[in-house]
C-alpha cells in the first residue's frame, strides 16, 4: 500500500509544481518578496491584451534570452505607466533603436489597450531600472548604466563601470539627469502583476 501512494503522490506532486510555476506571478518587476500593486482587477480587458502581446519575459532566463521586463508600473487617470528593459527585438518597438545591449523604456498602455513608448534610454552596456514614481508634470526613473547614458540629447558622462543615474521627465521632455549614489535608490516601484 505504501508504494502504490508513492507512485501516486509523486506525479501529482510534480505536476502540480509545474501548474504552480505556470501561473506564477511575473516578477520582471522587482523582488518576488514585494506586494504587487497593480492586478488585473485594476486594468481594462484592452490594457491586460496589449500586456500579452508585449512577450514579456517570464522569468531571469527569458529576460536574459532578450524578452522585454517591465520593472515598475503606476496607473494615473486609468492608463497604465510602465517601464522596464528591453533589447532591439522586442516585440512592439518598431523603429525604436537600442543604445546599447539591453536599454531602458518608459511606455504607457492607454484605456482602449494602445501601446505608446514614451522614451527610451541607455547605455552601451545591460541598463536597468529600479525606482519608476509619478511626479508633478510626468514621473522619475532611477537605475543603473554601463558607461555613459543618454537621454536623447541629455548625457551623463561617467568614467565608472557602472553608473547610478536619475532622470526627470516633465512635459513631455527630459528636464533633468543626475549621477547619483547607490545609497539613493528607493526600491520602492509600484508592481504589477503580469501572469495574465
Known amino acids: 500500500m505504501r508504494w502504490l501512494d508513492f507512485r501516486i503522490i509523486v506525479p501529482l506532486a510534480s505536476i502540480s509544481l509545474a501548474l504552480l510555476l505556470a501561473i506564477s506571478p511575473l516578477f520582471l518587476l522587482g523582488e518576488a518578496d514585494k506586494q504587487i500593486d497593480i492586478t488585473s482587477r485594476d486594468l481594462t480587458e484592452e490594457q491586460i491584451f496589449e500586456l500579452q502581446e508585449l512577450e514579456l519575459a517570464r522569468n531571469e532566463a527569458e529576460a536574459r534570452m532578450g524578452f522585454t521586463t517591465i520593472t515598475g508600473a503606476f496607473l494615473f487617470e486609468g492608463e497604465l505607466y510602465v517601464a522596464g528593459t528591453w533589447e532591439s527585438k522586442g516585440v512592439k518597438f518598431g523603429s525604436k533603436q537600442n543604445y546599447g545591449v539591453r536599454d531602458c523604456f518608459v511606455g504607457k498602455i492607454s484605456l482602449n489597450g ?78 504589477i502583476w503580469c501572469g495574465f
Open 114 to 191: 494602445t501601446f505608446t513608448i514614451i522614451e527610451v534610454f541607455g547605455s552601451m552596456g545591460r541598463d536597468s531600472i529600479i525606482d519608476f514614481e509619478p511626479i508633478d508634470g510626468g514621473f522619475l526613473v532611477r537605475g543603473f548604466f554601463h558607461g555613459d547614458g543618454e537621454f536623447n540629447e541629455m548625457k551623463i558622462v561617467s568614467e565608472k563601470d557602472e553608473t547610478v543615474y536619475e532622470a526627470h521627465w516633465r512635459d513631455g521632455e527630459w528636464d533633468g539627469v543626475w549621477e547619483i549614489e547607490e545609497e539613493q535608490l528607493q526600491r520602492k516601484s509600484k508592481k
